[in-house]
């Protein structure tokens, strides 16, 4: 996944039906001689809305939380989608533009507090950890750094076969790969973990060795490829937003169609398209074990 040197200005047009980080704040400060607990934060996604019903599928969320020992206050740090899942994953379609239009960017947030019913009742709520104060304010630079620069959220992981030894085309970047590489700088900064499983979420994509297409410009610009360009545009069709259920069943044959019967999906990933020549089982939902990790792993970031 691409670091990119700057975060863009969203485009209006990029609209949240839930406020992104309705409660941030800036991440404080803390004195060095601070013992701060670190959890580990898990709960079904949209379990605000839903409850447990993604928890069945094992779809969750992920984040981290923290409490100082000097203040007794808690503290709440995640990552995820500016404008939802939706818009992450599938462009609008806008009339006048040719190239499909993406409201896809992803960052950090943190607050105060942690909502203990919300981990607790359908997720986890663990500590993993105890760090200083000095940990802490390094790992906060940390974030800074990776939020500048790891801007656009990546739905799809993309592999060859479902074996655990699998070629991985694609990995995906979303709240649990921003946990992942928290932990990971807190392991390299000195923090031993405790010894308990870690399972996380990740949706996979099967498909044959992907073919580079171009970018926005090499296939929808002035001298791009009208045929791809219609191509494209008519695969992400059926994706869009829909009014009625009877118009969803029409778009799910046509994706169905698409990805299942003819083996095709068209892949954005770091602002270039790719073809997937999709196979068998085609998508997974997958709930693995990952361990937390230890010091001597190859380090995250910076």
């Known amino acids: 996944h691409r670091r990119f040197d700057y975060r863009p200005k969203t485009d209006p047009y990029c609209q949240a039906r839930y406020t992104f980080c309705p409660t941030g704040s800036a991440i404080p400060v803390m004195k060095e001689e601070d013992a701060i607990e670190v959890y580990r934060l898990q709960a079904p996604v949209w379990e605000f809305k839903y409850g447990d019903l993604l928890g069945h599928l094992k779809i969750m969320h992920d984040a981290v939380g923290f409490k100082s020992s000097l203040t007794g206050k808690n503290y709440t740090m995640e990552w995820y989608e500016l404008f939802q899942l939706g818009n992450c994953t599938f462009p609008h379609l806008r ?26 009742e359908n997720g986890t709520l663990v500590l993993v950890t105890t760090i200083s104060g000095t940990m802490f304010n390094e790992m906060a630079k940390w974030v800074k ?31 649990s790969k921003f946990i992942l590489r928290t932990y990971q ?5 000195g923090a031993v973990f405790k ?6 979420t990740s949706i996979i994509l099967f498909s044959g060795e992907p073919v580079y297409l171009g970018n926005e410009t090499s296939i929808f610009g002035p001298q ?13 069709y059926p994706f869009k937003p829909h009014q009625t259920v009877g118009e969803f069943f029409v778009d799910l044959l046509k994706i169905i169609d698409h990805v299942i019967l003819n ?22 939902i997958i709930y693995e074990e990952v361990p937390l990790p230890t010091r001597n792993k190859t380090s995250f970031g910076v």
């Open 95 to 120: 009339p006048g533009m040719d190239a499909p239009f993406w409201c896809n960017q992803g960052a950090a947030c943190f607050y105060e507090g942690i909502d203990d019913p919300h981990w607790k």
């Open 224 to 236: 791009g490829n009208k045929t791809l360009a219609a191509t494209i545009r008519d695969f992400y």
């Open 263 to 284: 083996g095709q999906f068209y892949l954005f990933y770091n602002l270039e398209y790719w073809f997937l020549p999709m196979k068998f089982p085609y998508l997974k």
């Open 195 to 200: 010894k308990i499983q870690t399972n996380y």
């Open 185 to 189: 700088k807190l392991a390299d900064l």
């Open 145 to 175: 750094y990776d939020n500048d620069t790891g801007i656009y959220y990546e739905t799809w992981t993309v592999q060859a076969s479902p074996d655990k030894q699998s070629i991985v085309w694609f990995d995906s970047y979303e709240c």
